[in-house]
């Protein structure tokens, strides 16, 4: 991938990101495809390494705890306080930073 695609494939990850209530996700939370992005991560960054298979980098971020599936503990204090959150799909998973 040449520089230019780089910067495309980040411009379109970017422009697919965008915030939304946290109930309305329950359902990938459910099926298990509901994947959190620590605050201190750079959301459509980590977006575009699933987009592009980076899995020592997405392996990294997994053993610092800044990613993994969304936890039950998660979900239930999102729901509760009715949170928007940022979230972005790379298929098969959605990517929740809130």
């Keep these: 991938m040449n520089h230019a695609e780089i910067d495309l494939t980040r411009e379109k990850v970017n422009l697919e990101t965008s915030q ?14 509901a994947v959190y992005v620590a605050p201190d991560l750079d959301l459509v960054e980590v977006a575009y390494q699933f987009s592009i298979d980076n899995k020592p980098q997405v392996e990294q971020w997994m053993q610092n705890g800044q990613l993994g599936l969304v936890s039950d503990q998660q979900a239930i204090s999102w729901l509760e306080a009715d949170a928007q959150v940022w979230a972005v799909v790379v298929k098969p998973w959605i990517l929740v930073q809130g």
């Design 20 to 33: 939304i209530a946290w109930k309305e996700l329950q359902r990938f939370f459910a099926n298990g495809t």
